[in-house]
């Protein structure tokens, strides 16, 4: 089975920093881009991020560009969401996603179960 | 960049209706167009990808359709199963989403 497994989330005061992890498995992670979509309490979804499957082509979302990097580690099939210069309105369940192929910005389908991050003093 | 606006925000219906949800593009968009379904606490399932191509596993009661700028999900016989949210997704772009759409039991 395809299988997503986030971690890495909690509560930081604004300003501060967390790491995303996302560990695949049940799939040749070296093969797919991969994307990050949360969505904050009660509100919709956000697409945030994505990365090609050699890691070198990235996507932001505008909100998050310059203070968010998205990375990856095919040999530990894990993909990584650095959160910098956090502020409220990041507070969200943030979920990773495997992309339909290798070309980035493809359907999403197969999502993790989503990680929490609380922004707040 | 592209806005995605989905109509209606609240749906109610009844089991064995007939539901359509409609999604609309700020630009022209071709078919890039992905549904969601999302359950509460859970995440989000893909139902429809490249506007009306029916996800493996998925039943046949979901069919979408449309090109360009105006985008449907229909729903031919609302089961217990698909009181949920729907989102739509412009993939292959801006990868927006829709602000959703909640089918609830009338």
């Known amino acids: 089975d395809v299988q997503l497994l986030e971690s890495g989330g909690g509560l930081v005061q604004p300003g501060g920093s967390l790491r995303l992890s996302c560990t695949a498995s049940g799939f040749t992670f070296s093969t797919y881009s991969m994307a990050w979509v949360r969505q904050a309490p009660g509100k919709g979804l956000e697409w945030v991020s994505a990365?090609?499957?050699?890691?070198?082509?990235?996507y932001y979302v505008d909100s998050v560009k310059g203070r968010f990097t998205i990375s990856r580690d095919n040999s530990k099939s894990t993909v990584y969401l650095q959160l910098d210069s956090l502020r409220a309105e990041d507070t969200a369940v943030y979920y990773c996603?495997?992309?339909?192929?290798?070309?980035?910005?493809?359907?999403?389908?197969?999502w993790g179960q989503g990680i929490l991050v609380t922004v707040s003093s | 960049d592209v806005q995605m606006t989905q109509s209606p925000s609240t749906l109610s219906a009844s089991v064995g209706d007939r539901v359509t949800i409609t999604c609309r593009a700020s630009?022209?968009?071709?078919?890039?167009l992905a549904w969601y379904q999302q359950k509460p606490g859970k995440p989000p399932k893909v139902l429809i990808y490249?506007?009306?191509s029916l996800e493996s596993g998925v039943s046949s009661r979901f069919s979408g359709s449309g090109f360009g700028t105006e985008f449907t999900l229909t729903i031919s016989s609302l089961q217990p199963d698909d009181f949920a949210t729907y989102y739509c997704q412009h993939h292959n772009g801006d990868n927006a989403f829709g602000g959703g759409t909640k089918v609830e039991i009338k």
């Open positions: 630009q022209s968009i071709s078919s890039w």
């Open positions: 990365i090609g499957p050699g890691g070198v082509d990235t």
């Open positions: 996603a495997k992309e339909y192929g290798a070309h980035p910005n493809n359907w999403l389908d197969t």
């Open positions: 490249k506007a009306s």
